[in-house]
């Protein structure tokens, strides 16, 4: 099982961007698929989006498509979200978890990192 410490958040205004980290340790991170998942104050954690293994393929919520951006370095064991044009319905704590790939459930996840959007 992979271990995950996500960084990156913090202030930005509206229109501007941040990049979010997913450091991992403890397995081979390619075997895993990585998403990243966000939670706002009263609201129910959402999907964001999700790169494969290989980072052949990505997924994104129809909410961030367009404006967001997962990647991975296998090589460095490091996932990211670029986040672009960012608006305060953005305003969340964003998680990355990973799942095994061919799993149907995220079985690690980190802490989370705050962004804050302000207008």
């Known amino acids: 099982q992979v271990q995950l410490v996500a960084s990156g958040g913090g202030l930005v205004q509206a229109g501007g961007s941040l990049r979010l980290s997913c450091a991992t340790s403890?397995?081979?991170?390619?075997?895993?698929?990585m998403g990243w998942f966000r939670q706002a104050p009263g609201k129910e954690r959402e999907f964001v989006a999700l790169i494969t293994g290989s980072g052949a393929s990505t997924s994104y919520a129809d909410s961030v498509k367009g404006r967001f951006t997962i990647s991975r370095d296998n090589a460095k064991s490091i996932g990211y979200l670029q986040m672009n044009s960012l608006k305060r319905d953005d305003a969340a704590v964003y998680y990355c978890a990973a799942r095994r790939s061919g799993g149907n459930q995220y079985e690690c996840w980190g802490q989370g990192t705050q962004v804050t959007v302000s207008s």
């Open positions: 403890g397995g081979t991170f390619s075997n895993y698929v």
